[in-house]
């Protein structure tokens, strides 16, 4: 039971350390970690802002994910980019969890 343990605290560290080296990137001005079901785990960003783009963004890649497998059976998608006036969204979905990065594109 231990060395499972000590794998989540060394993974969960490995993770906040990801987590520290995105936000400090020029721009960033959000991290956003989802689980498979739409849930937000982690944030860097304020309550409403992490729920409406959990939301919004958990239904979009899951239709974004949807349409590259309808048009290849074989394939999947690995990362999505959305590019507006405003910002940019940086979805990166994994079988578990969805890591949203928010940024000035202009920075």
Same mark, same amino acid.
């Given at each position: ?10 993974? $969960?560290? @490995?993770? @906040? @350390? ?6 400090? $990137?020029?721009? !960033? $001005?959000?991290?956003? !970690? ?10 860097? *960003?304020? /309550? #409403?802002?992490? !729920? +409406? ?5 958990? #239904? ?5 994910? #949807?349409? *590259? ?5 074989? /394939? ?7 590019? #507006?006036?405003? /910002? ?12 949203? !990065?928010? +940024? /000035?594109?202009?920075?």
């Amino acid at each position: 039971m231990l060395p499972n343990l000590l794998f989540v605290c060394f993974f $969960q560290a @490995e993770v @906040e @350390e990801t987590l520290k080296r995105i936000q400090s $990137q020029k721009g !960033v $001005q959000g991290i956003i !970690v989802v689980n498979s079901e739409g849930i937000p785990i982690k944030s860097t *960003v304020d /309550n #409403s802002t992490t !729920v +409406q783009y959990a939301g919004l963004m958990h #239904s979009f890649i899951m239709k974004a994910r #949807s349409t *590259v497998r309808d048009i290849d059976p074989q /394939n999947d998608l690995t990362f999505l980019r959305i590019r #507006s006036k405003k /910002n940019e969204i940086m979805i990166a979905p994994d079988k578990d969890y969805f890591l949203i !990065v928010i +940024q /000035n594109p202009t920075e």
